[in-house]
């Protein structure tokens, strides 16, 4: 063999076995984190046996004699499979990320801390219920036992073996109560209401007088768009359904903005306007087995793994002491469980996005600030933060009576303006019950109990929807929801004068909108409006979702009824619909405009379209591509880059009205010169720019563009799924795949137009409950069981997730031991 060839074999076969070296490296390391889940394992601490149960899908159901065993197991359980992510998130809700993650993350810590969620959570535990607490410290006991049972950092998680390059240092910490409930702070954050609302509208504000800033902000469509709740109002102090209704600072602002976006996302709500969800309960006059049928859909931005972790508790029985059979989703790293059923109800979530946070513009002057014409001192602590390679950083959080001043975390802050500082009022930031309502919950047996359990449910203010074996379907709004002295929440207001300041009782929670067994024989939720104005007094908020999705839920339930009883396939399809409910308004518009050359053959796409948009769809491809065009002509000139449209139903309604008024300033383009554009120019040239993108992206053969060649999902891990290093990327990311569906249709696979199609917010779980037969519920999620990367369990659930499909949800023990493929042990 010539030298040099045999020069060049031996380098290749150096670097194939070093290949081959590395790889059975890496499969060793993430293998040995895998948990075990068959035979038997000592768990010291419990009181007896706990038998975890396994499908093929890895979801574990746990059975215990006591509440406190159940709560431990599901701890260890949560520990074997989502340690990393239950550790990443502990460090992000108490403003520690620096720690893991070195100066990349400082600005994300000094957010938090100045909001001090992990500061609330502490002070939160001691009002807790002794029961509550006594569960939350056996969780902890079953995660710290599967800590000392690995004691490597590598033993843990494949997480862990990649940190060890820049942190290798770093060893987890012991789990504590506080963990678990600095956690249920971040679920408020990630579901608060309209607080970039508030900064969008004074945002626009600098660029635009009030009244064009209002036309970008509609009120709810109550004509066309029913409330949730259609009957009622307070009526002697509590909600009678059955009542009859009686007859400036910029520069401050831009840095409160910058300090909300530095906060990073808990449950992946990082693209506001895509964050909703879908619930509905049918009662069992309409349905094929006589009982209820509930079906829930939270929308969150995707993540992997999901936020989602299914499971079920169950005491082998029920007694006082253990009363606990429950099977649904749960947060690894909060013990219960946070949707689901147990053996009598069951019961679904969508936010209610009440106004529950107010920035208060403040006038400070040194140490302290102005007051109804007093200066008083400001409430300032020392927050130091950890850097891992590098030295501490320091910051003083500063706060009024209104709360913690979120623009001073910012380096660059500097006094403008005759107010120089924003303050964040906001529910959560006051210790609450919503702990102790989980728990509640979870032991629930009919309507009574689930009420009293809703009404521990501070934070965050979520609509409730119920559904009971006995036949009774039911709507709460339980929250802690602010009376305003003045005001309705939608503008910063100016904190110096007292006029704007919350009243010290919150809306009381007999008050709150609630609906039994309604005469339609069904209730749906999608975020919109949760009941007239003109019925009932208490403010709740002004910005809702504008009602497409729900309409649409309502209008597809109604068509069932005509053609006779529901089944769970029925609830599965609304589920999965995809109709656009703007594509009547704007289609017609744009079939009148005159339009010349190849973006009129892709017009006449839309001539045919159902208005669906699948997978295939070249119409729905098109449309979007053609209503982001609108948009961005529309708004772009004349709005600040954080007020742009991210679009969603609200800028349907703003975008409807102004079609009716073909010269509204608004459709002039303010950076062109001696030219004022009118409708017809903006909707010519959104048609013919979307065939030039969609051109220059899919190909100039208009038949061959696919909506799913467009709007595709990536999944993400949380951390180091965006470090910017490709082969670690790779390891933890998985996708893209293309899925149906659009913003604001029902099946709410979000985007962001100014961005591109790629899918922001997803259905993070779905769910429908058959209250006839708990054992014939099905449910999905978006990833799987597993946060270890590599693990069968670790996404095997999204393919049926893109599809529509859903898996059997098991809780009775004769069906879950059957569909059993692993069986552990726990024992004292």
């Not at 060890?164 to 249920?184: C, F, R």
């Not at 999944?715 to 990327?729: A, N």
Request: aromatic share 10%; with cysteine.
């Amino acid at each position: 063999m010539p030298r040099p060839l045999r020069w060049f074999t031996r380098v290749l076969t150096v670097l194939v076995t070093l290949v081959l070296v590395l790889a059975g490296v890496l499969v060793y390391t993430v293998r040995r984190s895998f948990p075990q889940v068959d035979g038997s394992l000592r768990l010291p601490g419990l009181q007896g046996n706990v038998e975890i149960y396994r499908d093929k899908s890895g979801i574990p159901h746990i059975y215990a004699d006591t509440a406190a065993d159940l709560f431990m197991a599901q701890g260890f359980v949560h520990a074997q499979d989502r340690f990393f992510e239950m550790d990443f998130r502990r460090h992000l809700t108490s403003g520690r990320l620096s720690e893991l993650f070195g100066k990349a993350t400082v600005d994300n810590d000094k957010a938090i801390r100045t909001m001090g969620w992990r500061r609330v959570a502490e002070q939160e535990l001691p009002e807790l219920s002794q029961q509550t607490q006594d569960y939350l410290n056996a969780y902890a006991k079953g995660v710290n036992a599967w800590l000392s049972a690995n004691p490597n950092a590598s033993d843990r998680s494949l997480e862990y073996s990649i940190l060890k390059i820049q942190n290798g240092g770093y060893q987890p910490e012991k789990w504590t109560a506080a963990d678990s409930v600095s956690w249920l702070k971040a679920m408020a954050w990630d579901l608060r209401s309209n607080m970039e609302d508030e900064i969008d509208r004074a945002l626009a504000l600098t660029k635009l007088p009030r009244e064009r800033v209002e036309q970008l902000y509609p009120d709810y469509p109550y004509d066309r768009h029913s409330p949730i709740v259609t009957q009622g109002t307070v009526d002697q102090g509590r909600f009678n359904q059955r009542a009859e209704p009686r007859v400036r600072a910029p520069r401050a602002l831009s840095q409160a903005a910058r300090t909300l976006d530095a906060v990073p996302s808990t449950m992946g709500a990082e693209e506001r306007e895509g964050i909703g969800s879908n619930s509905w309960v049918i009662s069992g006059e309409y349905t094929a087995s006589g009982k209820p049928l509930l079906a829930n859909d939270p929308h969150l931005s995707p993540q992997m793994p999901s936020v989602w972790y299914q499971a079920g508790l169950h005491c082998r029985k029920i007694t006082e002491e253990c009363a606990y059979d429950v099977t649904g989703f749960t947060f690894s790293g909060v013990p219960g469980v946070i949707i689901g059923h147990t053996d009598k109800i069951a019961w679904g979530f969508t936010n209610l996005g009440p106004d529950v946070a107010d920035l208060f513009l403040e006038k400070v002057q040194g140490d302290t600030y102005l007051y109804k014409g007093q200066q008083v001192k400001l409430e300032t602590r020392q927050e130091q933060i950890k850097v891992a390679g590098g030295a501490p950083v320091t910051i003083t959080v500063k706060s009024t009576r209104h709360g913690p001043l979120i623009n001073e975390v910012m380096a660059d802050a500097r006094p403008s303006g005759d107010a120089n500082a924003v303050a964040l009022q906001w529910t959560a930031l006051t210790p609450g019950k919503t702990a102790d309502a989980v728990f509640a919950l979870n032991k629930a047996g009919d309507w009574e109990e689930f009420k009293a359990a809703a009404s521990l449910f501070d934070v965050p203010s979520q609509n409730l929807i119920y559904a009971d074996t006995t036949g009774k379907i039911g709507y709460q709004a339980p929250g802690r929801i602010p009376v305003r002295e003045m005001g309705d929440g939608t503008w910063p207001v100016p904190g110096w004068t007292g006029e704007y300041d919350w009243k010290t009782a919150p809306i009381p929670y007999d008050q709150l909108p609630s609906v039994e067994d309604p005469a339609d024989g069904f209730i749906v939720t999608a975020n919109n409006a949760v009941i007239d104005p003109k019925r009932y007094k208490p403010l709740l908020t002004k910005d809702w979702a504008h009602g497409y999705r729900s309409q649409r839920i309502r209008g597809r339930i109604k068509e069932a009824f005509k053609k006779g009883p529901v089944d769970a396939a029925t609830m599965s399809a609304i589920q999965q619909d995809t109709y656009n409910g703007f594509a009547d308004t704007l289609v017609p518009a744009l079939m009148q405009v005159d339009l010349a050359g190849p973006s009129g053959e892709a017009r006449q796409l839309l001539k045919t379209w159902d208005r669906t948009q699948g997978l295939d769809s070249t119409p729905a491809a098109y449309f979007n591509a053609v209503w982001r065009q609108v948009l961005l002509l529309t708004f772009n000139d004349e709005l600040p880059e954080g007020a742009r449209p991210a679009g969603g139903d609200r800028w349907y309604d703003v975008v409807g009205r102004l079609l009716d008024l073909p010269d509204d300033p608004f459709w002039d383009d303010v950076t062109t010169k001696n030219r004022k554009e009118t409708r017809d120019d903006i909707l010519r040239q959104a048609l013919a720019s979307a065939y030039q993108e969609l051109s220059d992206r899919l190909g100039p053969e208009v038949k061959s563009w696919r909506w799913g060649d467009l709007h595709q999902l990536e999944l993400v891990h949380g951390s180091l799924g965006t470090s910017g290093i490709g082969p670690v990327e790779a390891m933890f990311n998985r996708g893209p795949l293309a899925v149906a569906g659009s913003k604001d249709a029902v099946n709410a696979t979000g985007w962001n137009v100014q961005r591109g199609y790629e899918i922001t917010a997803v259905p993070s779980m779905r769910m429908i409950v058959d209250l006839s037969d708990l054992d014939k519920s099905q449910w999905i999620n978006l990833t799987g069981a597993s946060g270890h990367a590599f693990h069968d369990n670790y996404w095997d659930q999204t393919s049926a997730w893109a599809r529509g499909e859903l898996l059997p949800m098991h809780s009775k023990p004769e069906s879950v031991k059957k569909a059993a493929v692993h069986t552990l042990k726990l024992t004292p």
